[in-house]
């Protein structure tokens, strides 16, 4: 037995991030099968051998997984392997690389980020080309990768056209596509296609596992060798490499060699979907549902009273935007209580 106390109430749940769930059972399940006995460390184990051939079946036998801890350590590592000192990176101004990683990109990768103002977290052809200049300009960093969310930062998608669009407009201008894909998950779900029809000509992806139900875990999935230089020294000068490796390449297995990765992002999806319908005719959704959060805008006493009860983030102070976010684990009955309480807050007059 444990001496360890649960100092929570393992029953409440909230809408503030995917990152706030506990671990799916099946997962904690498929850990304790790779415990016991010795395996050889740093990713020399027999899990983390059976990784290339879980990865190859979503993404083709080309793909390379390197397991990581966090997504920022995917995309810095990502990043860092696909360009050169003096190589920048196009990106939306929403992009977690530019807004949400302390800076790492740019301190731990000394990579340039050029953004781009977008309406949606989205990034298009047209979009990338107000950056997508000044190659052999000895005064501007040069654009080298083009980064992209997928589902985004504002909780929308790209469609496999949109990204073939970006891949062609990448390509023209000689450049590669990276595609953060923290909730690459979600998006596959709500499109109804394989995680790989996303990917066509994606170079290197950042794969996350963590939102979608792991303890911890990403994955930097090159997916064209030629893109990258030195992914595995890079992961390890950027301490993201786990000596004991075989538990976080067992949540992989446990979460891609069946349908766990889509049962968990369909019921995600699906709780963000149940709480739009529900208020929607009480307040403004101010972002298209497409994924697994729900964009409103709200008075602010009226966020700051629903906050007592039920944790969430204000997006923007200064428009009153909230994000709601649904996890695998969110319940029909968490969605319905919440929604009940906005709609009474609003007097079903937010709109
Ligand atoms: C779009 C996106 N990318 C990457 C990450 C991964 O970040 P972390 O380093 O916290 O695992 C997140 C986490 O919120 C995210 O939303």
């Not at 790779?34 to 990713?43: E, R």
């Not at 980064?147 to 056209?161: A, F, V």
């Not at 996303?198 to 930097?220: H, M, P, R």
């Not at 409103?296 to 976010?325: C, H, S």
């Amino acid at each position: 037995m444990t001496d360890a106390v649960q100092r929570h109430d393992p029953s409440v749940r909230g809408f503030a991030s995917d990152n706030y769930a506990g671990v799916h059972p099946e997962i904690l399940e498929a850990i304790a099968l790779a415990n016991g006995g010795h395996q050889p460390a740093y990713g020399d184990d027999v899990y983390t051998e059976h990784l290339r051939e879980v990865f190859g079946r979503h993404f083709g036998p080309q793909a390379e997984p390197y397991p990581v801890f966090n997504g920022t350590g995917a995309n810095v590592v990502g990043l860092q392997a696909m360009t050169e000192r003096w190589e920048s990176v196009i990106c939306a101004e929403t992009a977690h690389i530019h807004v949400d990683e302390c800076g790492a990109p740019e301190k731990v990768a000394g990579l340039k980020l050029l953004t781009v103002p977008t309406p949606d977290g989205k990034l298009t052809p047209e979009l990338i080309e107000t950056q997508a200049w000044g190659w052999g300009d000895q005064h501007r960093a040069q654009p080298r990768v083009v980064s992209i969310t997928q589902s985004t930062e504002l909780g929308t998608l790209y469609t496999p056209e949109e990204i073939r669009a970006i891949v062609a407009c990448t390509r023209a201008h000689g450049m590669s596509l990276h595609m953060d894909g923290s909730r690459l998950a979600n998006a596959a779900a709500t499109l109804g296609v394989p995680l790989g029809a996303l990917t066509e000509g994606v170079d290197v992806l950042s794969y996350g596992g963590t939102k979608n139900g792991l303890i911890f875990g990403e994955a930097v999935v090159v997916l064209n060798p030629a893109a990258v230089r030195g992914v595995m020294y890079l992961r390890k000068a950027a301490m993201q490499l786990a000596s004991k490796m075989r538990f976080t390449a067992v949540q992989f297995e446990a979460l891609l060699s069946g349908d766990l990765w889509l049962r968990n992002a369909s019921h995600a999806n699906a709780m963000a979907r149940r709480l739009a319908d529900a208020v929607g005719g009480s307040v403004r959704i101010s972002r298209p549902v497409q994924a697994n959060a729900v964009f409103a805008i709200l008075p602010r006493e009226v966020a700051e009273r629903l906050q007592k009860d039920f944790r969430f983030y204000t997006w923007n102070e200064g428009t009153g935007e909230v994000r709601w976010m649904t996890s695998f684990d969110t319940t029909a009955e968490d969605v319905d209580a919440f929604a009940a309480a906005i709609v009474a807050e609003t007097g079903g007059s937010g709109r």
